[in-house]
């Protein structure tokens, strides 16, 4: 395989991303593939984690395009780490463009693969996007309401307090107040479970600089953001990787709205948040995803219905 640097336009910036091409020979059916069209959670940037689940999706012959949000990583957009839902399902919807137009590429089989935040977006876009084939959504963020009541009262409350400050700021042209995205229990930080900074720090290669922080304007919209009430409009086969024993995206009610998805399939992991990110929860959890994209859109697509990731 081979990865390479890519950019794609997406609003009024650009999208940084890194574009994974298979490199053996043409497959049986033509030289168009399937692509998958990845992307982070609550503040991630490609290089946390992702790369492990691309190499293993393009061992297997298909195309992956992993991309930054904007303001993050090295996505364009200023100020530095903002995080705007819409503008990051306007990034989701670009990136699906892009995809569509890369060479090699089968238009009919997009696959989109979102995990935490990101697991949350891809639900959504995938009811906004009836074309796409098939959909993997891991250890997803699905309701707001959940995971605030999961943040002890003391935290919620600083947090909250720093989000109208930042709010009221911007009303006048401040620079962002910023907030930590992870911390350890008790901290000013949106997560602050006791495995939080010790999942996330084991994502980050060494010698790499993360910021860890965002504009804590977003604490106000975590709230109101129901991601899992479009699950219902999800048409297409979808995975949902569900960590039973998830601290920060709470599990009960992602298994409630991925049971409205027509065709949804379900896998329970006896896991933490971010443990399917490595060991032996990882090579459970890819598999398990490998064998859901073989049967739904297969590499070699024969016909059709195969094409659309419709098959049986």
């Known amino acids: ?53 691309a190499r293993r999706f393009t061992a297997m012959g298909y195309l992956c395009l992993v991309f930054d949000y904007r303001h993050f990583g090295e996505s364009t957009g200023e100020p530095r780490q903002l995080l705007d839902i819409e503008m990051q399902l306007s990034d989701w919807d670009a990136a699906i463009a892009r995809a569509r137009t890369l060479d090699t590429v089968d238009p009919a089989r997009i696959v989109l693969w979102g995990t935490s935040f990101g697991g949350g977006h891809v639900i959504v876009t995938a009811a906004r996007n009836p074309d796409v084939a098939a959909v993997i959504t891991q ?29 009221v700021g911007a009303k006048f042209g401040r ?17 602050t479970s006791p495995d939080s900074a010790a999942g996330i720090t084991a994502l980050i290669p060494p010698g790499l600089d993360v910021r860890r922080d965002v504009a804590a304007r977003f604490g106000l919209d975590i709230v109101r953001h129901f991601p899992g009430r479009s699950a219902s409009k999800v048409k297409c086969p979808i995975f949902y990787a569900i960590c039973e024993r ?22 329970l992991y006896d896991a933490g948040h971010f443990d399917i990110y490595v060991g032996a929860d990882f090579e459970r959890n890819i598999a398990d995803q490998l064998d859901f994209l073989g049967r739904h859109v297969p590499v070699t697509a024969t016909n059709d219905t195969d094409m659309k990731g419709t098959r049986a």
């Open 1 to 53: 395989m081979t990865r390479t640097d890519h950019r794609f336009p997406s609003g009024d910036g650009q999208c940084a991303a890194w574009l994974y091409t298979p490199t053996d020979e043409p497959h049986q059916g033509g030289s168009s593939r399937p692509i998958i069209v990845m992307g982070h959670g609550l503040g991630g940037i490609k290089e946390m984690g992702l790369d492990a689940f």
């Open 139 to 167: 250890c997803p963020f699905t309701d707001g309401l959940a995971a605030a009541r999961a943040i002890p009262l003391p935290v919620a409350a600083k947090v909250t307090g720093r989000a109208v400050r930042d709010a």
């Open 175 to 191: 620079p962002p107040v910023m907030i930590d995205t992870y911390g350890p229990p008790g901290s000013t930080a949106l997560m």
């Open 246 to 267: 998830d601290s920060v995206a709470p599990p009960i009610p992602t298994q409630r709205y991925a049971a409205r998805s027509s065709r949804a399939e379900i896998k």
